[in-house]
């Protein structure tokens, strides 16, 4: 198992690259990545789009941007604690709104998110993951001694975590490649920790961490705690030398590593500095 760390979500996806792209074509296994936190720096996200929208542009199948990858983990703009007296519950109205768009549109049935808050149960009945976890959560906050970790983000029901559904998804490739997360109450802060059966560094890696940080501070906002530490395995990595070529990614890298700290000190994600 190799291990990174790094104090924010941008260096940790560059120190993640950098390491695949030392590997036999681009891809390794058992990869851990850990940042401290919800930063990233605001100099690397535009980069890296701009990379990725060369890329679109170039090929037949989609490219999409760091923000359209973080959104379907947690689309930021429905929850507004600052304006919506319950934000919970105005996040999870957008999402029942936009799912009725989103199957007209693509006629897929499942996202990230729904699966997350709006999970088909053993009986049919919708399960609210997101709703569970806050409140057990907050109930435990209230007690003299919480529990730390009996925390999980699943699919076939909170307790059996695991987003490909035996007798269901049968699929080698595609949706979902996002497995589980843990969540632990330590320390006063909620740390999650995400797995991944495979991530595609280039298109998918940075939006996963921006995505993983959304949720973190949903999480952070909601129990009134501070957001600690993310990780997120993947069993298998990919740098996608196909999409990228081991010399661009080599470019950006060294690109996004001459812009650290230039635009403005790291701050947290979609927050200015």
Same mark, same amino acid.
């Given at each position: 198992?190799?291990?990174?760390?790094?104090?924010?979500?941008?260096?940790?996806?560059?120190?993640?690259?950098?390491?695949?792209?030392?590997?036999?074509?681009?891809?390794?296994?058992?990869?851990?990545?850990?940042?401290?936190?919800? $930063?990233? $720096?605001?100099?690397?996200?535009?980069?890296?789009?701009?990379?990725?929208?060369?890329?679109?542009?170039?090929?037949?199948?989609?490219?999409?941007?760091? !923000?359209?990858?973080?959104?379907?983990?947690?689309?930021?703009?429905?929850?507004?604690?600052?304006?919506?007296?319950?934000?919970?519950?105005?996040?999870?109205?957008?999402? !029942?709104?936009?799912?009725?768009?989103?199957?007209?549109?693509?006629?897929?049935?499942?996202?990230?998110?729904?699966?997350?808050?709006?999970?088909?149960?053993?009986?049919?009945?919708?399960?609210?993951?997101?709703?569970?976890?806050?409140?057990?959560?907050?109930?435990?906050?209230?007690?003299?001694?919480?529990?730390?970790?009996?925390?999980?983000?699943?699919?076939?029901?909170?307790?059996?975590?695991?987003?490909?559904?035996?007798?269901?998804?049968?699929?080698?490739?595609?949706?979902?490649?996002?497995?589980?997360?843990?969540?632990?109450?330590?320390?006063?802060?909620?740390?999650?920790?995400?797995?991944?059966?495979?991530?595609?560094?280039?298109?998918?890696?940075?939006?996963?961490?921006? /995505?993983?940080?959304?949720?973190?501070?949903?999480?952070?906002?909601?129990?009134?705690?501070?957001?600690? !530490?993310?990780?997120?395995?993947?069993?298998?990595?990919?740098?996608?030398?196909?999409? /990228?070529?081991?010399?661009?990614?080599?470019?950006?890298?060294?690109?996004?590593?001459?812009?650290?700290?230039?635009?403005?000190?790291?701050?947290?994600?979609?927050?200015?500095?």
């Amino acid at each position: 198992m190799k291990a990174i760390s790094a104090e924010n979500l941008s260096v940790a996806w560059l120190d993640a690259v950098d390491h695949l792209l030392t590997t036999p074509k681009g891809k390794d296994v058992n990869l851990v990545v850990a940042f401290r936190g919800i $930063d990233e $720096d605001p100099a690397i996200r535009p980069l890296v789009d701009a990379f990725l929208g060369d890329r679109s542009a170039r090929r037949s199948e989609a490219v999409y941007p760091i !923000e359209t990858v973080a959104s379907t983990l947690f689309p930021e703009s429905w929850y507004v604690p600052e304006r919506a007296a319950q934000p919970r519950d105005h996040l999870y109205r957008c999402f !029942e709104l936009a799912q009725r768009v989103h199957k007209r549109v693509s006629g897929e049935e499942e996202t990230y998110f729904g699966r997350l808050v709006s999970y088909p149960g053993p009986n049919g009945e919708r399960v609210n993951q997101l709703e569970e976890q806050v409140t057990r959560l907050q109930g435990q906050l209230r007690t003299a001694a919480p529990k730390s970790s009996a925390y999980e983000i699943g699919v076939v029901e909170p307790a059996d975590l695991r987003l490909q559904v035996p007798g269901r998804d049968r699929l080698y490739m595609g949706f979902p490649c996002l497995s589980h997360i843990s969540l632990t109450l330590h320390g006063g802060a909620i740390h999650l920790a995400a797995l991944y059966r495979n991530q595609g560094f280039l298109r998918k890696g940075y939006g996963n961490y921006v /995505g993983l940080a959304r949720l973190g501070r949903f999480f952070a906002t909601e129990l009134g705690v501070a957001v600690g !530490e993310i990780a997120c395995v993947a069993s298998h990595a990919d740098a996608e030398l196909d999409v /990228g070529t081991k010399a661009g990614l080599r470019q950006l890298v060294s690109d996004c590593r001459d812009a650290l700290g230039s635009a403005a000190p790291a701050c947290e994600v979609d927050r200015a500095a």
